[in-house]
């Protein structure tokens, strides 16, 4: 005789446990991709890959592999009966997440697309600073599995922030050279998009991370 | 004696087959704007008008009517007691269906603008995949309506979904020519946000999508 | 003896009439820096000031604070048992509010690091545009206290969108001008960042109306 027990599917939509640690997988599963998007991106701005196209389309599977975990987390939202933190902290926390990944995709891409052959080195600062923004946006993102060490995430969320007004420093000096140097309208053009996206990638870490803040606080 | 079924007010607050109704009635009446006001992109990238300020004005007339629609679907949203669907998933998709318009509409207005007389062949190409998009939107929906048709709507929302990534490879391709060709700055910017306007009308569709794929699942 | 009464960390988790007041507080405050970031925006592109880099640090400070006033009222959000409206509304209100200071602050930054000498008389007018809107969401605000005088406050709103309508007529005569103008491209790129910025801060002030309005109706 079938019991309740034997049929995960009326459990996991029930029982909290299970169901919320798999929020957590998926999270930190999708976290992972992000971080290793972003070193694939440093990497070609850092001038050390020799085929542009080919590491555009690498980052490219990265952020679908992405895509699928953001897809699954919005499913078993919708099907989940009790879940372990805020119905719509886990909408926001997911979708800012998967924000991010985007805009590194877009960056690699840009590169690619606009055959940049030399890298500007504010970029590689600036990718170095979007590295760093997104390893303590994962290490947040471990802390949120059971909030025991709430001063310990709340660090990390405060070392994002700190990275995303260090980001916006490199920005505004990396702007400015574009414009001083910048005889060819063509190549500010270019740069100015992908200086835009590497911007949004890190200022998006901050979204996630006041949304990991917020549910810290809300479980105090 | 008045009664309370005199009273189609406080009805229409309280009984959620007719403020459901509704609800839907003005979905399909905004899709139906949204379809008009691409087809009349379309034909404006398809150098099918004589005279681009009059269709400018009458897809900015198109989106008013949207507008307003809009308009209603919030006021009522918050005057009704009983939704049909989640009340945030109303808010969601009625919002994201008003960018979709908006973007038409601004990319039409640029086109109008910066006296654009040539077309692009990838413009129009892109436009193709817009009007293709909106059309499976809204088949996806009317048929949020009744929720019968599970498999058929989600098939339309994967159709959105598909159109997204062909519009992404056309836009992809549209830029790269853009560069390849540009040898004036001034033709790049003018295009470059035409092109930025389409894609993200294209990805609003997406949006779109994933709401309505989310409500089915949700009420399954 | 410790009673409930003096543990104000309790009662306020608890009691709606002082988190209220605080939450109207905070929005009145954070109103009032816009005022004065938005003012000094507006004396910049006026050519009313003869250190643009101090100019733009001082617009920056006000912003910080703003954050600030944001960042306490998301905690208190989480903090704070019952809410006098929908936590929802708080959220989007003070995000919103928090928008159009933020691309004040960016307006202002661009023209300091972008080293514009001279200002183009439509971005004056939108400047006003962009003033006068502030002013209006800043009584629609206001009125959000008590909720007494529906009618002005709705006036308000009303008065926000109306501007943000001549805001879009002004920008499209500005961008139209600037392209034909505009022979030097990088002159272009310049002051089309600048217009968007100054266009977006006025397109989140109607953003902000919706949402009072919302909760006007929704409180009626």
């Not at 080195?121 to 994962?138: F, Q």
């Not at 835009?196 to 979204?207: G, M, T, V």
């Amino acid at each position: 005789m079938a019991t309740s027990a034997s049929r995960p599917g009326f459990l996991s939509r029930l029982m909290p446990s299970s169901g919320g640690a798999l929020f957590f997988d998926l999270f930190e599963q999708h976290a992972d991709r992000t971080r290793e998007a972003a070193s694939l991106l440093a990497a070609m701005l850092r001038g050390a890959t020799t085929d542009p196209a080919r590491q555009a389309e690498r980052v490219k599977e990265v952020e679908s592999q992405g895509d699928e975990i953001t897809h699954t987390v919005i499913e078993r939202l919708h099907q989940t009966f009790i879940t372990p933190i805020d119905r719509g902290d886990i909408h926001e926390l997911i979708s800012r997440m998967d924000d991010v990944l985007d805009l590194i995709e877009s960056s690699s891409e840009r590169i690619w697309l606009y055959e940049i052959r030399k890298m500007e080195p504010d970029a590689v600062a600036l990718a170095d600073v979007l590295e760093k923004a997104v390893e303590e946006m994962g290490a947040a993102i471990r802390g949120l599995r059971d909030l025991k060490d709430r001063p310990r995430l709340l660090a990390h969320c405060t070392e994002v922030n700190r990275l995303e007004n260090e980001g916006d420093a490199l920005l505004r000096r990396a702007v400015a050279h574009l414009f001083k140097e910048g005889t060819d309208p063509i190549h500010v053009i270019k740069w100015k998009e992908i200086y835009d996206y590497l911007e949004n990638a890190i200022d998006r870490c901050e979204d996630v991370a006041n949304v990991i803040e917020g549910v810290a606080l809300e479980y105090s």
